[in-house]
């Protein structure tokens, strides 16, 4: 069963519009989040992440939203750039609990047109 | 930001052969990880180590073998490599840095073909 689901397997936004990629967890010990971005025969990179204890956190373009009572977080991108196009992937961790592993989604594709 | 290294970045092996996948990483990272993705799937942990002498296996069930002899270095072994061992492997470390606990850093794969 997934604890992390990215309901969106593929997403296309115009360039300078803003791209919202969305991510659901089930598990309520989870207290980290996670975004990493990633290019084909590349590994992730880690975009920008959030504690349970915030709702938003924001880094240049990215911010990310954490809703703890819908168990579901989203990350903005604005303005969206045609060098967006990649793999977004969600991840959390409960830490102290699993050790700090984390636990990914399946991924959204973004592909951001010019 | 880590620098985490692998090699080979790509290989193509015929069956039976045993490989070893090497990753390092030269941040002193005590937590390092392996990971399998396939395209349009999700990452799963196969290997973990929370430090020298240190390896657990992770969710997904792998065949493969790990060791952690010394902090930098954590390589993956396949001793008869199958096609179904077809697949990205992604190695890992984690930061120490209070703030950022539980943020990995990734190197950039290897990309194994089984035949």
């Known amino acids: 069963d997934q604890q992390v689901k990215q309901n969106s397997p593929s997403l296309s936004v115009q360039e300078g519009r803003i791209s919202i990629l969305n991510c659901d967890y089930t598990n309520s010990m989870f207290d980290y989040f996670l975004w990493y971005k990633k290019y084909p025969a590349e590994g992730p990179t880690f975009l920008i992440s959030?504690?349970?204890?915030?709702d938003k956190n924001e880094d240049g373009r990215f911010t990310v939203f954490l809703n703890k009572s819908a168990k579901h977080l989203s990350l903005h991108i604005v303005p969206s750039q045609p060098g967006d196009s990649a793999v977004y992937f969600c991840a959390a961790s409960s830490y102290g609990g699993s050790q700090g592993n984390l636990i990914f989604g399946k991924g959204t594709k973004l592909s951001v047109k010019p | 930001e880590a620098d985490i290294y692998q090699t080979p970045r790509y290989l193509v092996i015929g069956t039976g052969k045993k490989i070893t996948l090497e990753c390092s990483q030269t941040?002193?990272?005590?937590?390092m990880y392996w990971y399998q993705q396939d395209p349009g799937m999700e990452l799963h942990l196969i290997h973990y180590s929370y430090g020298v002498n240190s390896t657990e296996k992770g969710d997904l069930s792998s065949e493969s073998t790990v060791s952690r002899i010394r902090t930098e270095h954590f390589p993956l072994t396949l001793e008869s490599a199958r096609p179904s061992h077809t697949s990205q492997y992604l190695c890992a470390s984690q930061s120490p840095i209070a703030g950022e606990t539980d943020t990995q850093y990734f190197g950039p794969g290897t990309r194994l073909t089984v035949l």
């Open positions: 941040m002193g990272h005590d937590k």
């Open positions: 959030i504690s349970s204890i915030k």
